[in-house]
Nanobody, 115 residues
Framework: QVQLVESGGGLVQPGGSLRLSCAAS????????MSWYRQAPGKQRELVAT???????DYADSVKGRCTISRDNAKNTVYLQMNSLKPEDTAVYYC?????????WGQGTQVTVSS
């Protein structure tokens, strides 16, 4: 079964940086595209970034230029590097992949951007 475990969240000041990690198991990791989503309190979950099995990335307009998604297939891990963080980036960040059985989610990691 697919398991996704996020880490790396925390409290950071505006303008700061964080790198989130998501470790995957239960799949042939290199064959799947991966995504990062986020959900702020009282808000809908939104797509932040995606990376294909070949390493091609895409980003939501709200984070373009500030975030970089990457993957290390040898470690079965996808990353989200976030720079120039804003209070509006505060949310629970979720790692996700779409398997033949449906979309899979991690438990999430909290990112709080505040002074």
């Amino acid at each position: 079964q697919v398991q996704l475990v996020e880490s790396g969240g925390g409290l950071v000041q505006p303008g700061g940086s964080l790198r989130l990690s998501c470790a995957a198991s239960g799949i042939i990791f290199r064959l799947y595209g991966m995504s990062w989503y986020r959900q702020a309190p009282g808000k809908q979950r939104e797509l932040v970034a995606t990376i294909t099995s070949g390493g091609t990335s895409d980003y939501a307009d709200s984070v373009k230029g500030r975030c970089t998604i990457s993957r290390d297939n040898a470690k079965n891990t996808v990353y989200l590097q976030m720079n120039s963080l804003k209070p509006e980036d505060t949310a629970v960040y979720y790692c996700s992949l779409l398997s033949p059985s449906g979309r899979n989610w991690g438990q999430g990691t909290q990112v709080t951007v505040s002074s």
